[in-house]
């Protein structure tokens, strides 16, 4: 079993509409919970970070993270075609050498 | 603000031949440095990390280097390319603290031929 799990997609979702993205984990020792934003042959882009579980909210993006389920969620509302990108989780704890990725879902947003 | 330079974008090499990525961090002292590699569809692999001037920590063994000559500088190197070589290469950084959030460079989309 990988430490995290991703469906790579590719998920399609018209313009507008609410998009979720989800991980789930194994190790319980992750104690902080990430989503990066990659465009293509670009290298990723910080979107979230957490610490705690519950919701985080920054702008059109919410990250959720239910330490107890082992589940972590990106929500994006409003979705526009600038959000057609792969999305990647990222768990860690301790040094930032620790922590792993997600293989990352492939987010298309048809006009 | 902190900047990560990366360079080239893109390279194309023959088998065989040597191999050398510069990154350069900008506006930040004594950073933790990283080189990754993603494959297509996969996620990402740490291959070296550096926590200081000399001092490279290889998590993956390979045909690969590392080197971090100054405080800022983070060099990946290979003596002689495989095929297997070929990928996105991606150099990060984060602080230096526990629960760090890692930044990452522009990559270099590199191919072996």
């Known amino acids: 079993q990988k430490e995290v799990e991703q469906d790579p997609g590719p998920l399609s979702v018209p313009e507008g509409a609410i998009v979720s993205l989800n991980c789930t984990y194994s190790?319980?020792?992750?104690?902080?919970f990430m989503w990066y934003r990659q465009y293509s042959r670009k290298g990723p882009e910080l979107l979230m970070y957490?610490?705690?579980?519950g919701n985080k909210e920054d702008g059109r993006f919410t990250a959720q993270v239910d330490k107890s389920s082992k589940y972590i969620s990106l929500f994006i509302r409003d979705s526009q075609p600038s959000d057609s990108a792969t999305y990647l989780c990222?768990?860690?704890?301790?040094?930032?050498?620790?922590?792993?990725f997600g293989s990352g879902t492939r987010l298309s947003i048809r006009p | 603000s902190q900047t990560i330079h990366q360079w080239p974008a893109t390279l194309v090499q023959p088998v065989g031949s040597p191999l050398s990525l510069e990154c350069t961090v900008e506006?930040?002292?004594?950073?933790?440095l990283y080189w990754y590699r993603q494959a297509a569809g996969r996620g990402l692999q740490l291959l070296f990390y550096?926590?200081?001037?000399?001092?490279i920590s290889s998590e993956v063994p390979q045909n690969l280097s590392a080197s971090r000559p100054q405080d800022r500088q983070f060099i990946l190197s290979s003596k002689k390319l495989l095929l297997s070589d070929s990928g996105f290469y991606l150099c990060?950084?984060?602080?230096?603290?526990?629960?760090?959030?890692?930044?990452f460079g522009s990559g270099t989309q590199l191919s072996v031929l």
């Open positions: 990060a950084w984060s602080g230096v603290g526990r629960n760090e959030k890692l930044f």
């Open positions: 190790n319980s020792a992750f104690q902080y």
């Open positions: 957490t610490y705690s579980s």
């Open positions: 990222a768990m860690g704890y301790s040094s930032a050498s620790k922590i792993i």
């Open positions: 506006g930040t002292s004594n950073p933790n």
């Open positions: 550096s926590v200081g001037i000399g001092q």
